[in-house]
C-alpha cells in the first residue's frame, strides 16, 4: 500500500482545513487507517484512526470534538476535517495504514505511512 497525503497548509486559528490521504492497491478496505502529526521539537503523536469497516473512529483528547476522521471506499481516501485550528495543532501530518481490525494508537503496529503535510496554524 503506498498512501499520499495532501490538504495541508496556512490558516489562520479558528480556521478549518480538510487533509487528505489517497491509497493505492486494491486492499484498502482490509486496513484501518490513522492519522498522526509531529509538532516541531517533539515527538509524533496519534491523532485519530478509523476501522477498516468506517463504522468506529477513535480521537486523541486534543482534537476530540474538533477533528473527524473519515473514508472513502469508492476513491480508497481517508480524510480528517479539522475545524477550530489552533497553534498548537500546528505539526506534519502523517497518515498511517494499519493491517489489523483493533483501533490502535501506537505508531510502531502501522505498516505503512504517507510522506506528511504540513498545517500551520497562526494565531
Known amino acids: 500500500v503506498q498512501l499520499q497525503a495532501f490538504g495541508g497548509g496556512f490558516v489562520q486559528a479558528g480556521g478549518s482545513l480538510r487533509l487528505s490521504c489517497a491509497a493505492s492497491?486494491?486492499?484498502?478496505?482490509?486496513?484501518?487507517m490513522g492519522w498522526f502529526r509531529q509538532a516541531p521539537g517533539k515527538e509524533r503523536e496519534f491523532v485519530a484512526v478509523?476501522?477498516?469497516?468506517?463504522?468506529?473512529?477513535r480521537y486523541a483528547d486534543s482534537v476530540k470534538g474538533r477533528f473527524t476522521i473519515s473514508r472513502d471506499f469508492a476513491k480508497n481516501t481517508v480524510h480528517l476535517q479539522m475545524n477550530c485550528l489552533r497553534p498548537e495543532d500546528t505539526a506534519i501530518y502523517y497518515c498511517?495504514?494499519?493491517?489489523?481490525?483493533?483501533?490502535?494508537?501506537?505508531?510502531?503496529?502501522?505498516?505503512?505511512w504517507g510522506q506528511g503535510t504540513l498545517v500551520t496554524v497562526s494565531s
Open positions: 492497491g486494491r486492499t484498502f478496505s482490509s486496513y484501518a
Open positions: 498511517a495504514a494499519d493491517r489489523s481490525v483493533e483501533l490502535r494508537e501506537e505508531q510502531w503496529r502501522y505498516d505503512y
Open positions: 478509523i476501522s477498516t469497516s468506517g463504522a468506529i473512529r
